[in-house]
């Protein structure tokens, strides 16, 4: 599911504030706050620069849009996980 969604964030939107706006709305139904979207900028940084990143994105994104780098599609769906474990998209009230 994480990353069915990161791969439609990246075939829908180009760019980072983007992807994260539509990965947000998709998830939250709701744009992402200020605060937020600078705690997923961060840790989306954080994923691209991981030691062995290079090599594990196969692995955790197996499914690369064509021309698209996939250690971008890889730290996407790292945030796409992120997103779907949260309380806010997981807990209906």
Do not use: H
């Not at 996939?70 to 796409?80: G, M, P, Y």
């Amino acid at each position: 599911a994480a990353q069915a969604l990161a791969v439609r964030a990246v075939r829908e939107e180009a760019g980072f504030e983007a992807r994260l706006e539509r990965m947000f709305q998709l998830c939250m139904v709701r744009p992402p706050k200020d605060a937020e979207k600078e705690r997923i900028a961060r840790f989306f940084k954080e994923q691209r620069t991981l030691p062995g990143s290079g090599a594990d994105a196969r692995r955790l994104a197996p499914f690369v849009p064509e021309g698209e780098d996939s250690l971008e599609v890889a730290a996407w769906t790292a945030v796409a996980r992120a997103l779907l474990n949260l309380d806010e998209f997981v807990t209906r009230e």
